[in-house]
């Protein structure tokens, strides 16, 4: 919970626009990092914050595992 990520997670491409349907972002990150990064920090029903969200990677992953999201961009 509090160690850090000891193995390589290799960035996936998505199988569907769930996360770049609406728009392109210049920082998006690989779903599948973000998704072992909420997964390894956060338990299931605690809420994670990003409050530089952008196209909201972090928002969506979060729900889709369990967890609550707080998105917050400009």
């Known amino acids: 919970y509090d160690e850090p990520i000891k193995k390589v ?3 996936r491409k998505q199988a569907s626009c ?3 349907g609406t728009h ?3 920082t998006k990150r690989a779903w599948n990092v973000v ?3 909420v997964g390894h920090f956060t ?3 605690e809420t994670v914050l990003d409050p530089f969200g952008g196209a909201g990677v972090t928002a969506i992953e979060s729900i889709l ?3 609550k999201a707080v ?3 400009i």
Do not use: L
């Open 71 to 73: 998105h917050v961009d």
């Open 43 to 45: 338990r299931t029903g």
């Open 65 to 67: 595992t369990g967890r």
């Open 24 to 26: 392109p972002y210049f």
């Open 9 to 11: 997670i290799i960035p």
């Open 18 to 20: 769930i996360h770049s």
């Open 35 to 37: 998704r072992e990064y």
